[in-house]
């Protein structure tokens, strides 16, 4: 599965985004999907995941409230609308995808990655 995030950029403490994640498969409804993100100097973090279905969703505590993972399989995508971000959530964000049998928070159990992109946030 390839896959390829946009979106990303500069905004203000407060304001919002909304990251993209487009996949080149066929099969794109089996994958359940997630978005991770990397802070300078920080490990990767799991922020969100959906399942293939898009029935469940799953967010860090951080995010909570305030990130919306979505996905349209018609046109093989999955969304983070972003809301209140906040300067702690600077980050490159990074979209992946798993086949099956999947524990949602953690990198491991995705298959494949995006190349990622940034998301910075000014106070």
């Known amino acids: 599965v390839q896959l390829q995030a946009f979106g990303g950029g500069l905004v203000q403490a407060g304001g919002s985004l909304r990251l993209s994640c487009a996949a080149s498969?066929?099969?794109?409804?089996?994958?359940?999907m997630g978005w991770f993100r990397q802070a300078p100097g920080k490990e990767r973090e799991f922020v969100a995941a959906i399942s293939w279905s898009g029935g469940n969703t799953y967010y860090t505590d951080s995010v909570e409230g305030r990130f919306t993972i979505s996905r349209d399989n018609s046109k093989n995508t999955v969304y983070l609308q972003m809301n209140s971000l906040k300067p702690e959530d600077t980050a490159v964000f990074y979209c992946a995808a798993a086949a099956r049998g999947y524990v949602y928070n953690h990198a491991a159990s995705y298959n494949s990655w995006g190349r990622g992109t940034l998301v910075t946030v000014s106070s």
């Open positions: 498969v066929r099969t794109f409804s089996i994958y359940h």
